[in-house]
């Protein structure tokens, strides 16, 4: 690996930290750092939704959409199995998305490598990357997607609750709701084995996807009502 590539890819892990605040697009920073031709990120079922976030390209956006249409792919198989799915040939026939590879036809998509997005156990979406032409991804190049991909599902799930309504309740005592909201923060980080951002950015995620306030879910952590790795599978 060459300090050139060392660079890029440092580059890109900051650009895509600083997302929010610079209002810059998610997908780029993929095609900096890696070999590839185009990205996209979407989130996947339930509870955000199955949407694309970006795309780099009409191509990549194309790649999202049909395996949306058709309920299959390698980014629905990533996520199932919080594993990335490697295709250095699309066009190598897969008993696990028959229809997609079919669907994909004459398309200028060699390569296709899907990451799956999720924090702790709760499910997010995916990374679409692909290249023209047929290849594979160094072990070095799927650990820097890996890195990217990491990145990203934060953004992206601070972007969807964002974008969403958060139920309140107007009887909150605010000090005590910061009170239990870190503890219950804690337990998450030693159960999920995470950052504390990450960790409240699961217990918002969780209060989102049952319609319940941050202050009752983590009421209910703290007190063992609810055991987040557990409860979040399935989402």
């Known amino acids: 690996m060459t300090s050139l590539d060392r660079s890029a890819f440092a580059a890109a892990a900051l650009e895509l930290s600083e997302t929010e605040e610079n209002k810059s697009s998610l997908c780029w920073p993929f ?23 970006c795309a780099s390209d009409e191509q990549a956006a194309r790649i999202d959409e049909l395996q949306f249409d058709l309920g299959e792919g390698p980014c629905w198989q990533a996520l199932s199995t919080h594993r990335p799915v490697l295709s ?86 605010e000090g005590y709701s910061r009170r239990v909201v870190h503890q219950a923060t804690g337990m998450i980080l030693a159960q999920l084995d995470l950052p504390a951002a990450d960790a409240l950015l699961v217990l918002r995620g969780y209060a989102f996807s049952h319609g319940r306030t941050v202050r009752d879910v983590a009421t209910d952590v703290v007190a063992r009502r609810i055991t987040i790795p557990t409860q979040f599978d399935g989402l």
Do not use: C, H, K
């Open 31 to 53: 095609l900096r750092a890696l070999p590839i031709t185009g990205a996209a990120i979407s989130t996947l079922g339930s509870p955000f939704g199955t949407e694309t976030i």
């Open 88 to 173: 250095s040939d699309i066009r190598t026939p897969s008993a696990a998305w028959p229809m997609f590879a079919q669907a994909i036809g004459t398309s200028e998509v060699g390569g296709l490598f899907a990451f799956p997005m999720f924090i702790g156990s709760l499910n997010i979406g995916a990374v679409d990357l692909y290249a023209t032409r047929p290849g594979s991804l160094s072990a070095s190049q799927i650990d820097d997607a890996t890195v990217l991909v990491a990145l990203a599902a934060r953004q992206v799930l601070r972007r969807a609750l964002l974008s969403r309504p958060v139920v309140t309740d107007e009887s909150d005592d």
